[in-house]
Antibody, heavy 117, light 110 residues
Framework: EVQLVESGGGLVQPGGSLRLSCAAS????????MHWVRQAPGKGLEWVAN????????YYVDSAKGRFIISRDNAKNSLYLQMDSLRVEDTAVYYC??????????WGQGTLVTVSS | QSVLTQPPSVSAAPGQKVTISCSGS????????VSWYQHLPGTAPKLLIY???KRPSGIPDRFSGSKSGTSATLGITGLQTGEEADYYC???????????FGTGTKVTVL
């Protein structure tokens, strides 16, 4: 059974940092592009970043460039999102997603990040 | 701000049909595949359509997708009460080097 389990969310002050993790199981993690997608309260879905199979390609939404870093450890079947210089507007549920737009796309249940003083 | 525009809401009675439009540009829909997602309250989003008009395994053929130029459409026939949800289109944007979602459409079953 495919599973994507996000962790690392929580309450952080503006300007602070958090590292999200996504533990993957039930499939060959190293063969998939992986993504982070978020949804702020009352807002729509927003793609945040993605990374290719070996980590050599990474792309980010403009608002994340220079602040967030997506990475992966294929030996640990894990995806990460290091988030620095957090802003109030980064408050959202963050989803880990396998292969966002192909037949075997799969989404985790999400982890809540709240940026507030 | 999303570069893909959808109507905020559509509604229909059970068993009826709804269509949801998604308008973009040549940098996204015009030159890349479109996908569609269903986001039921309290659950993770789910892929409904990929590559403009293909359905993943398990998605009923009541869901269909099409694309023409820089616009795409999701159709749902035989609407069911359990399909009240938010629906989003998505596509890669070559100019932004980013995946972009539509603004989202809330489907209400009357």
């Amino acid at each position: 059974e495919v599973q994507l389990v996000e962790s690392g969310g929580g309450l952080v002050q503006p300007g602070g940092s958090l590292r999200l993790s996504c533990a993957a199981s039930g499939f060959t993690f190293s063969t998939y592009w992986m993504h982070w997608v978020r949804q702020a309260p009352g807002k729509g879905l927003e793609w945040v970043a993605n990374i290719n199979q070996d980590g050599s390609e990474r792309y980010y939404v403009d608002s994340a460039k220079g602040r967030f870093i997506i990475s992966r450890d294929n030996a640990k079947n894990s995806l990460y999102l290091q988030m620095d210089s957090l802003r109030v507007e980064d408050t959202a549920v963050y989803y880990c997603v396998r292969a966002i737009a192909v037949t075997d796309s799969y989404w985790g249940q999400g982890t809540l990040v709240t940026v507030s003083s | 701000q999303s570069v893909l525009t959808q109507p905020p809401s559509v509604s229909a009675a059970p068993g009826q049909k709804v269509t949801i439009s998604c308008s973009g540009s040549s940098s996204n829909i015009g030159n890349n595949f479109v996908s569609w997602y269903q986001h039921l309250p309290g659950t993770a989003p789910k892929l409904l359509i990929y590559d403009n008009n293909k359905r993943p395994s398990g998605i009923p053929d009541r869901f269909s997708g099409s694309k023409s130029g820089t616009s795409a459409t999701l159709g749902i026939t035989g609407l069911q009460t359990g399909e009240e949800a938010d629906y989003y289109c998505g596509a890669w944007d070559g100019s932004l080097s980013a995946f972009v979602f539509g603004t989202g459409t809330k489907v209400t079953v009357l």
